[in-house]
């Protein structure tokens, strides 16, 4: 019992004026210092009848988790029996915590007497005595330690208002997850407030009964006035067995046949692979599989993934059966197919004015004629080409669209999957012209960082892979230096069309990418939890908050614990679903260093990267 | 037991700290920041309707008039719902833990509770503040891994940013109660 060092040093500090003040903290100091006793009690059983206080004590935390009371009269070997139970049911070591007296007026002699008799019946260090006047606000409370024969110490007891229901339904997530922590460990470790969470979510055995079961035992707790339950919830249990099995094995069958060999054999893998419906719809059947699979959710995670998964789903289709709905009215598949060949027909022309204006003095540079007419020449016959083809496939457009429209039914995600590859359909010339422009640049490119190093009079050592010097005959020179003359004065007008045909193709790029991020936004938004936050904050939990209530001099401290909502930014960070794989593999300095150097570009990596 | 005193803070500003010792195990300070300024309201207002003004002038179109509108009223709803805050509360409980509070304008409460078994300590700290050295109360949290380490700080009345003389009341006051906390944990 060592005197406090803090009371010298607020002896010295405090003038005479605030020494009232602090005559409390003295006679405080004075005592042994020992922790103060944290008795947590449920909101629901304030205004219970007087009885005996069930739950769990915490000796680390010294903190005392009260789940329920029981009411008089009772059998004490009855209430043994169902505490064993509850434990045994919920591996949390529920005990006889105390007393808990609420009457109209100061208590009487007996029932004191009665009160401390059941301290024998049912030992427990330390006891507490809760008490509460009906009507009044300010509860008294003691909690007493037997020390030896005969001697007893009080604590100093703080009492804590929790709501129980929110407490048992709310899941904590805490900021940052130890990575030597395992999955299931106990969580009474961590801390204090998530052993009262753990202790009240574990003890779903004592709250079974309500005041209409005609038990051996009279409880108070949250659903003492009736159980909750909804027979919506019973019956979708019940059906989503069977219904489960049903389109599981469904599903099976339907990946039993998109693995089936034919669609193992070379183009048709390779088309599967290049275009993202394929890859959108691989993707939804993953998710449908996740969904239907009889297996139940081990972990509150798990669940969550699965009802996001379901909301995810179920937004798909209905936004896709309203595209649906809006394509098919009006005829407006019509009015699209009729558009979209002139819209190709116009972006072919602009293309052949873009192409007489490159084969003529482009913004004033001056171009070598005869490799420009050259050049001009060659991408003007593709462009015919590609006219001709349009055409042709013009009486079958709409048939398509028709078709394509119905596809929206599957969801929104592979309608605008579809489109993005019929974008990349449609301006397959320019991703061709990209590929020329790319590989001329790039040989051109080549050539002359070989020319150079000759010119300089090294060489590349394949065997070493570095640059050294070498001894060139005067022909070598020769000719060396004449081809990277010709190149080095060639280079501008290949830049050009390099320059323009890329931009052409980071412009269709860019168009993808954005039907893609909004495929992406629709695929892992967790949109369940997003609505769990807004009409159920108190499930998700960031953590607590308190609040001090009335407090008079004297009496033990009450505060008012409250469950802290996860702010909207860590539910999406937290509960994301995974992404199709749609993410750009290179950094912006990577992707720019690679233009320079005319490599082509995938700006999203494919599955299988195509080597060309 | 409650009482009130006023500060300022390192820009000049007044503040008003209100303590309240609830118990000999639990207190609370309250720092209320300055009021929205009118002037600097009508500023801003003034500001930006000018300049839609100037906007529609040049181009004849009565749409900027109304977003202009528009945009105020959500720029100003926005600050007070996410930027102004009114007041900043700590509350220290011995044995539970330490929580601040902000009360935004529009009556939105932000809270952060931390155990006290993640607390190490309370001190104050230096700081290079634009061209300013100040000082701020900050709340060292224990690591984990590591029994001396820190693995967090968090600094408090962030918004308020009160003066040297309001920290040290603050401090004197919580140290007294972390004493008190040191004192049980070592005494079992």
């Known amino acids: 019992m060592g005197v406090c060092p803090v009371v010298g040093s607020v002896l010295s500090h405090c003038p005479p004026s605030s020494f009232s003040r602090h005559k409390e903290l003295l006679l405080f100091f004075l005592k042994p210092p020992s922790m103060v006793l944290k008795a947590f009690f449920p909101t629901c059983c304030a205004s219970a009848d007087s009885g005996l206080l069930v739950g769990r004590w915490v000796p680390e935390q010294s903190c005392a988790v009260v789940l329920a009371v029981v009411h008089f009269p009772f059998i004490p070997i009855q209430v043994k029996q169902l505490l064993a139970q509850v434990q045994q049911a919920s591996q949390v070591g529920v005990a006889v915590l105390g007393t808990w007296c609420c009457c109209r007026q100061e208590p009487e002699e007996s029932l004191g007497r009665f009160l401390e008799g059941l301290a024998a019946v049912f030992p427990h260090e330390p006891w507490l005595r809760l008490c509460r006047e009906r009507g009044g606000t300010f509860w008294s409370c003691e909690a007493t330690r037997r020390q030896g024969p005969g001697a007893s110490s009080e604590d100093q007891v703080t009492l804590i208002f929790y709501d129980q229901r929110q407490v048992l339904l709310s899941q904590l997530h805490p900021p940052a997850v130890l990575p030597d922590r395992q999955v299931g460990a106990d969580p009474t470790g961590t801390g204090g407030l998530a052993a009262v969470f753990h202790t009240v979510a574990c003890s779903e055995a004592l709250f079974r009964s309500d005041r209409f079961d005609e038990g051996p035992v009279r409880l108070s707790h949250w659903q003492s006035e009736g159980v909750e339950a909804s027979i919506l919830a019973e ?87 309203l595209l649906l709905s809006w394509l098919h009215g009006r005829s407006r598949i019509g009015h699209l197919a009729d558009t979209l060949i002139p819209v190709a027909d116009h972006v072919a022309e602009e293309l052949q004015h873009l192409l007489q204006w490159l084969m003529g003095a482009p913004a004033g540079l001056k171009m070598n004629r005869a490799l420009d007419q050259v050049l001009g020449r060659f991408f003007l016959y593709h462009i015919h080409l590609w006219i001709s083809y349009i055409h042709l496939m013009s009486p079958f457009v709409e048939h398509i669209l028709w078709h394509v429209g119905l596809s929206a039914c599957l969801g929104l995600t592979v309608a605008l999957s579809l489109l993005a590859d019929i974008v990349a359909l449609l301006t397959f010339h320019i991703y061709c012209f990209y590929v020329y422009g790319a590989r001329l640049y790039r040989l051109k490119i080549h050539g002359l960082s070989s020319l150079w190093r000759l010119f300089r009079g090294k060489k590349w050592n394949a065997l070493r892979r570095r640059v050294d010097s070498c001894s060139y005959d005067l022909d070598q020179l020769f000719i060396g230096t004449l081809l990277f003359t010709i190149l080095l004065f060639l280079l501008p007008t290949t830049a050009l069309y390099y320059l323009v045909f890329t931009l052409l193709r980071l412009l269709v790029v860019a168009v993808q990418g954005l039907i893609h991020l909004l495929v992406d936004l629709i695929n892992s938004l967790p949109l369940y939890s997003l609505g769990l936050r807004l009409c159920r904050p108190y499930r998700l939990a960031a953590g607590v908050k308190f609040r001090v209530l009335e407090h008079e001099a004297g009496r033990p401290l009450r505060l008012l614990m409250q469950i802290n909502p996860l702010p909207y930014s860590r539910v999406v960070h937290t509960y994301r679903l995974p992404s199709c794989g749609g993410h750009p593999q290179h950094s912006w300095g990577s992707l720019c260093r690679r233009l320079f150097s005319g490599e082509l570009i995938y700006p999203w990596g494919q599955r299988s990267d195509r080597q060309d | 037991m409650e009482d009130e005193r006023s500060f300022s803070d390192i820009c000049g500003g007044r503040l008003a700290l209100q ?90 409460e932000s809270t952060t509770f931390i155990e006290m078994g993640k607390v190490k300590d309370i001190v104050i700290n230096e700081a290079i503040y634009m061209q300013k050295v100040i000082y701020y109360l900050c709340i060292l949290l224990k690591d984990p891994v590591e029994p001396h380490g820190i693995s967090q700080v968090v600094p408090v009345f962030q918004s308020a940013k009160p003066r040297l003389d309001c920290l040290i009341e603050v401090y004197r006051s919580c140290q007294e109660i972390l004493a008190q906390q040191k004192a049980t944990s070592t005494n079992p």
Request: glycine share 6%; aromatic share 8%; hydrophobic share 45%.
């Open chain 1, 235 to 321: 019956l979708a249990k019940r059906a989503s067995g069977p219904v489960c099995l049903l389109l599981a094995s469904l599903l099976s069958l339907v990946s039993a046949v998109g693995a089936c060999r034919v669609f193992q054999l070379r183009p048709l893998s390779f088309l599967g692979s290049k275009l993202s419906t394929c890859e959108q719809l691989r993707h939804r059947l993953e998710h449908l599989r996740l969904i239907f699979s009889t297996k139940k959710a081990e972990n509150p995670a798990q669940l969550m993934r699965k009802a996001n998964t379901v909301a995810s789903v179920l937004l798909d289709v209905a936004l896709g059966l």
């Open chain 2, 19 to 108: 303590r309240r010792y609830y118990s000999p195990s639990c207190r609370e300070f309250c720092l209320s920041c300055p009021q929205l300024s009118l002037r600097s309201l009508t500023a801003v207002t003034c500001t930006v309707w000018l300049a839609a003004y100037g906007l529609f002038s040049l181009c004849e179109n009565s749409m900027i008039l109304s977003a202009a509108i528009f945009i105020t009223l959500v720029g100003l709803l926005g600050y007070l719902h996410f930027v102004k805050i009114d007041q900043e509360t700590l509350l220290i409980i011995d044995s539970l833990g330490i929580q601040m509070t902000s009360s935004y304008a529009s009556g939105k």
